[in-house]
């Protein structure tokens, strides 16, 4: 079945950086977008960034430009989300999640499968 | 950065009743609007893209509606597993998707 596999949680102290996987299956790995969505506790969902698995290019909402990088390596079918210079505020869950344009007239991108979160904490 | 306000924050309804949440962009973005759920210690769950076209394996009780800025989620009969938080998403400039804050749905 089509799923995203993320990593384990991960504790890191302020100024450290962390890097969480997310390893799809059940589909080509290529085909679709990979989208990074993060969820502080008890907030609602904030969107990072997407990145093409096929061509590598990315885009970051602007607020995680410059401490955000996404990457990918095709041959094990797996994103990564690394986030820099991280500071008490980026404690949260965070989410990988496939993104795509499928749809009749061609006008839509939607999340259809995510992965179950991976916690990070950011604590000295 | 296009924002997106759903209203109400929170809804208390009770099995059977027809509850309507609804979604609203500060500017035109088509049909780009999706629709998700979300329980707690889960993550989120595609209902609705491209404002009206039902997921696959989603109940047809829920559906959705609009274009441009105003959108609407409905769904015509609660289900007790249907208690739940929803966020609508705006993916009309996917260099900037947006979520709004999300409406609680609870049972009265």
């Known amino acids: 079945q089509v799923q995203l596999v993320q990593s384990g949680a991960e504790v890191k102290k302020p100024g450290a950086s962390v890097k969480v996987s997310c390893k799809a299956s059940?589909?080509?790995?290529?085909?679709?977008?990979i989208n990074w969505v993060r969820q502080a506790t008890g907030q609602g969902l904030e969107w990072m960034g997407w990145?093409?698995?096929?061509?590598?290019?990315?885009g970051y909402a602007q607020k995680f430009q410059g401490r955000v990088t996404m990457t990918r390596n095709t041959s094990i079918s797996t994103a990564y989300m690394e986030l820099s210079s991280l500071r008490s505020e980026d404690t949260a869950v965070y989410y990988c999640?496939?993104?795509?344009?499928?749809?009749?007239?061609?006008?839509?991108?939607?999340?259809?499968?995510w992965g179950k979160g991976t916690t990070v904490t950011v604590s000295s | 950065d296009i924002q997106m306000t759903q209203s109400p924050s929170s809804l208390s309804a009770s099995v059977g009743d027809r509850v309507t949440i609804t979604c609203r962009a500060s500017?035109?973005?088509?049909?780009?609007l999706n629709w998700y759920q979300q329980k707690p210690g889960k993550a989120p769950k595609l209902l609705i893209y491209a404002a009206s076209s039902l997921q696959s394996g989603v109940p047809s009780r829920f559906s959705g509606s609009g274009s441009g800025t105003d959108f609407t989620l409905t769904i015509s009969s609660l289900q007790p597993e249907d208690f739940a938080t929803y966020y609508c998403q705006q993916s009309y400039s996917t260099r900037s998707i947006t979520f709004g804050q999300g409406t609680r749905l609870e049972i009265k």
């Open positions: 999640a496939r993104a795509s344009g499928i749809c009749s007239g061609g006008s839509c991108y939607y999340m259809d499968v």
């Open positions: 990145m093409n698995p096929n061509s590598g290019n990315t």
């Open positions: 059940g589909y080509t790995f290529t085909s679709y977008d």
């Open positions: 500017q035109s973005i088509s049909s780009y």
